[in-house]
């Protein structure tokens, strides 16, 4: 049984620069949600997709962006890079339908380095 | 404004020692959920335990056991008989509108078993 994964696993990238992380969900789901990390911080929701729509969205700005596929795989786009945007990416995944309150399945994370 | 606090930044035990991770979360909802994430070096955060906040009984699953009270707004994790293999950094979460709203984590705690 896959479980999420994700690609690449580490990334350094220049100011200003765009980056496209990618996700793969666990088997049989079908809603992918980002979580940005930063060092010594608990994950921060950036948005969710289910159905090829943003579903969700936390406080973050317009640069931040998605997609999802009709595999239900996704990709996080950040567009002009900043010095805070050097974090951890993970990506999580879970079935539609159910909330927040059942559990995440989480990928091992994008480490991304803005130099 | 939901707010979860894990005031211990790091903790360091003798392997077979107990302890006891502190969780305060702080919410005006009176259906929400609570969880505890494991983030092992690989970076993934592996789910522990989810706890609805109309129960408040008491969780053993084997060296990890959990006590949620609602009249202190804590949800503590204890892992008896530590193991070096518990040395991870731990994360508290909390899900606000019967787990409508996505997760809001502490800023962990980061547990070493030293042998």
């Known amino acids: 049984d896959a479980g999420v994964t994700q690609s690449p696993t580490h990334l350094i990238k220049t100011r200003g620069q765009q980056v496209t992380l990618r996700c793969s969900p666990k088997s049989g789901h079908d809603t992918v949600s980002w979580y940005q990390q930063a060092l010594g911080q608990g994950p921060q929701f950036i948005f969710q997709y289910y159905e090829e729509e943003e579903r969700q969205r936390g406080n973050f700005p317009d640069r931040f962006s998605g997609h999802q596929f009709p595999n239900y795989s996704s990709e996080l786009n950040v567009n002009a890079l900043l010095l805070g945007d050097s974090a951890l990416y993970l990506c999580a995944s879970s079935l539609a339908g159910q909330p927040f309150s059942y559990e995440q399945y989480f990928g091992p994370g994008t480490r991304l380095t803005v130099t | 404004a939901q707010k979860v606090t894990q005031a211990q930044t790091e903790i360091s035990v003798v392997e077979k020692e107990d302890v006891t991770l502190d969780c305060v979360y702080e919410?005006?909802?009176?259906?929400?959920?609570l969880f505890w994430y494991k983030q092992p070096p690989s970076g993934e955060l592996v789910f522990l335990i989810r706890?609805?906040?109309?129960?408040?009984q008491n969780e053993i699953s084997g060296r990890y056991s959990w006590n949620f009270q609602k009249s202190t707004s804590s949800f503590n994790f204890t892992i008896t008989a530590s193991q070096v293999v518990d040395s991870a950094v731990y994360f508290c979460a909390l899900s606000e509108h019967s787990g409508n709203t996505p997760l809001v984590f502490g800023k962990g705690t980061r547990l070493s078993v030293i042998a």
């Open positions: 706890r609805n906040s109309f129960d408040e």
């Open positions: 919410t005006r909802d009176t259906t929400y959920y």
